[in-house]
């Protein structure tokens, strides 16, 4: 990202970059000045180095007609704004005071110079950071939540939908009954009963448990009326192996690409709850007031029950406040289980 802000000052000529960085064309094996009015380079042809020295270790041979090794030091504003996208790429969730701080400015000045220098306001550019990094993590396998946390989303709800929506998996897709979806399945027998595991191509989207097999893919059935559902263990050999080994307590991470959709508030109470680490547990009112607003309990204790995911998403780690086990989807006995293997 920050190579786009770069490469619009060589689009632009823009003098004032001179001496923050320098670009070599790797067709001509030369590097310039940002402001080099030799003719303009394709940008895939082009590598951005910090220090001319750097170029130079690459085999780049100075420009003969801007001399990058003599350029004078930057204008400090714009070394200023570089720096301040660095510290976003870094920090996404970095607030406009703290960079502000760092820059040793006003917010004010910092954000009116920032903006004139990169194009984006420090806001835009650190969710364009965030978007970027969120698409590659999806591209990589890794599931929303994931991939929505690394990307530094924390659990933003706006932020979730915005990313929900650049994805097409809005809330509206899962009410249509998984309308479109292709959802294969096997079932199978684990320390807790039967176990089934579903998938669409994208990853994951049922974990449940049960005492018999009709009973299961008749729940899976009315989770998504819509979807064409076969049974067939298509590439769920390796979710149900890890699965396994984690009820057997051989695998205490357990992280699979997932397929999920639910509102912004259950995806973030499902976030949360993938960060209890195992053989802990938290109560609503614990999440809740972690969320930031200790009066969703009972929402809390609602996107648990509707968590679609067992283990995945380890709602059982989510208890009464005065200690009791309260309610699993899949039964308090499975519950009790569950906890007292993760307490070792
Ligand atoms: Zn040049």
Known sequence: METEVLWRAVEARDARFDGAFVFGVNTTGIFCRPSCSARKPKRE????????????ACGYRSCLRCRPTHAASADPQVMMAVEACREIEEMPEATLDELAGTAGLSTYHFQRTFKEIVGLSPKKYSEAIKMERFKEGIRDGSDVVTAMYEAGYGSSSRLYEKAAQNLGMTPAI????????????????????????ARTPRGICSVTFGDGDKELREGLDREFPNAEIAENDHDLKTAVDAIIKYLAGKNKRLVLPLDLQATAFQMQVWDFLRKIPYGETRSYSEVAEEMGDKKKVRAVASACAKNRVALLIPCHRVIASDGKLSGYRWGIERKKKLLAAEAG
Not at 45 to 56: I, Y
Not at 180 to 193: A, K, Q, R, S, V
């Open 174 to 197: 899962y009410k249509k009954g998984g309308k479109g979806m292709n959802i294969n399945y096997i079932i199978t027998d684990c320390e807790l009963g039967k176990l089934l595991v």
């Open 45 to 56: 042809n082009v590598l951005f180095f910090n220090e001319t020295a750097e170029a130079e």
